[in-house]
């Protein structure tokens, strides 16, 4: 299913809008999509379902050798994975914008998008929260999946703790006292905690940072489909850990 983003005031390439290949609860994908939004870049939505087989996938999914999302299409320009495509934006159309005011706030955002996108996502994502909700990232045997989800959050536990010690005892955000994308992008990833539905006062720095993220302009409507999926797993309970 398509559908149209925000009409923008830039041009861009060839005067087509941006073709932006998703899945809505991917914390990638949100960002990249935010960052459309927040930029008024012309773009179009293109959401992804690979559970139908690779048969149903776009052609452009089936032409790429990773068929992964999310995938920007500009013109001839095929990019995948959350940081490349946002350096490309940031790159070609914004002059950086969102990234920081000087080279040394530019290259930390870079960084820290790039430690979410591996490491916070997969410590998250992957090592915690999919192995409880999505059977294609469990193992069969629900004793060591219940054992791999133990030990998931252990590793949780010392990423936020990180945020909360290292990046947010002194600043507001992440790379200082201003919102960048780095906030964005690690904010979509920290909320994929919500799918659990349970509440921890732990990390008061995080949940502070956290909730002045979640009121930004295009938050709300970026995680629409988000929201709407942890309301189903939690019986409408949307919390912050």
Not at 18 to 23: D, G, P, Q, R, V
Not at 112 to 133: C, D, K, M, T
Not at 175 to 190: P, Q, R, S
């Amino acid at each position: 299913m398509a559908s149209k983003g925000t009409k923008g005031k830039l041009k861009t390439r060839n005067g087509k809008p941006l073709e932006l290949y998703l899945i809505r609860i991917s914390p990638a994908c949100r960002a990249v999509w935010f960052y459309l939004l927040q930029n008024n870049i012309p773009h179009v939505l293109i959401d992804v379902d690979f559970t139908k087989g690779e048969t149903t996938l776009p052609d452009v999914l089936l032409r790429n050798s990773h068929q992964e999302v999310p995938l920007l299409v500009d013109g001839d320009y095929i990019i995948f994975e959350g940081p490349p495509i946002l350096n490309y934006l940031a790159q070609t159309y914004t002059n950086h914008a969102g990234f920081g005011s000087n080279q040394s706030t530019r290259l930390a955002t870079e960084s820290v998008i790039s430690w979410a996108n591996s490491e916070l996502h997969r410590v998250i994502g992957y090592g915690y929260i999919y192995p409880q909700f999505l059977e294609k990232y469990a193992v069969p045997s629900e004793h060591l999946n219940d054992a791999i989800v133990d030990k998931g959050l252990r590793h949780v536990t010392q990423k936020l703790e990180i945020l909360e010690g290292r990046y947010l005892s002194k600043n507001k955000y992440l790379t200082g006292k201003t919102l960048t994308m780095a906030d964005i992008f690690v904010a979509t990833v920290v909320a994929q905690l919500q799918w659990t539905g349970s509440k921890s006062q732990m990390w008061p720095n995080v949940i502070e940072w956290l909730s002045r993220v979640q009121k930004v302009e295009f938050w709300e409507e970026v995680h629409a489909s988000h929201r709407q999926y942890v309301q189903e797993l939690t019986g409408g309970r949307i919390l912050v850990h």
